[in-house]
């Protein structure tokens, strides 16, 4: 079974100033690493997804992040923040246990309340 | 592309009533679609887990009785929520997956819906 752990559940950052949100996950086997963000009351949007290749994965709005192995690690990282950038951000992982091969479920962090002051 | 709406967005209804809220892939043929509960600052729990044409799987602890989930078509899944209790207000989110892509390859991605907010008074 998978898990994942967002050590941070709030970071307030004032605007123009990088950001990292820190995700780790844990795993036996080979899995699929995913950020969504929300907006209140609104679904989910993929920000960035690592399936496999590169470990530096860049995604929508600016944000990439880097899968470590090692570590088992995923951070989420921003050079420069905008007020736009409050939000909810969500780190899942899924397995390849779907159908086929396919991506599994996705079980999610307990989300990192980005908070972006002026 | 690979859009899902839910409907309605919000519903307000009273103690013991019954509440349908639909999730439709609307470009795309949906193979699967997934339901989630999210309680206020928390993160998304997965519910049940639909296949066009097949029984629902539901997750440890979530009633199948009380959380009713109809995947008849490709493109809709709708889920019941009957005799629904204050308890029951929660946010709802579906997602839909196709597992064939033209090519004949895997969509490996989950797709969001906007989703319901569910108040029962």
């Known amino acids: 079974a998978q898990s994942v752990t967002q050590l941070d559940s709030q970071v307030p950052v004032f605007e123009e100033a990088p950001v990292e949100l820190r995700c780790n996950y844990s795993s036996s086997v080979s899995v699929y690493l995913f950020w969504y963000v929300q907006y209140p009351n609104q679904g989910l949007q993929l920000l960035l997804k690592?399936?496999?290749?590169?470990?530096l994965v860049k995604g929508i709005n600016g944000f990439e992040a880097e899968f470590n192995k090692s570590q088992t690690s995923f951070h989420l990282r921003k050079p420069s923040v905008h007020i736009s950038d409050t939000a909810e951000y969500f780190c899942a992982v899924s397995d390849l246990t779907g159908y086929g091969g396919s991506q599994g479920n996705l079980i999610f962090g307990k989300g990192t309340k980005l908070s972006v002051k002026p | 592309g690979a859009v899902v709406s839910q409907h309605p967005s919000r519903v307000i209804c009273k103690s013991g009533t019954s509440v349908k809220i639909e999730c439709r892939s609307l470009?795309?043929?949906?193979?699967?679609m997934f339901w989630y509960r999210q309680f206020p600052k928390q993160s998304l729990m997965l519910m049940a887990t639909?296949?066009?044409?097949?029984?629902?799987?539901?997750e440890q602890g979530v009633e199948k009785d009380k959380f009713l989930i109809n995947h008849a078509s490709l493109t809709l899944s709708t889920l019941t929520v009957t005799s629904a209790h204050p308890e029951d207000s929660s946010f709802y989110i579906c997602?839909?997956?196709?597992?064939?892509?033209?090519?004949?390859?895997?969509?490996?991605?989950?797709?969001f819906g906007p989703g319901t907010r569910l108040t029962v008074l």
């Open positions: 470009d795309f043929q949906a193979t699967t």
């Open positions: 639909s296949n066009e044409g097949s029984k629902a799987t539901y």
């Open positions: 997602s839909a997956r196709s597992l064939l892509t033209p090519s004949g390859g895997f969509y490996n991605e989950q797709f």
């Open positions: 690592y399936l496999s290749g590169s470990t």
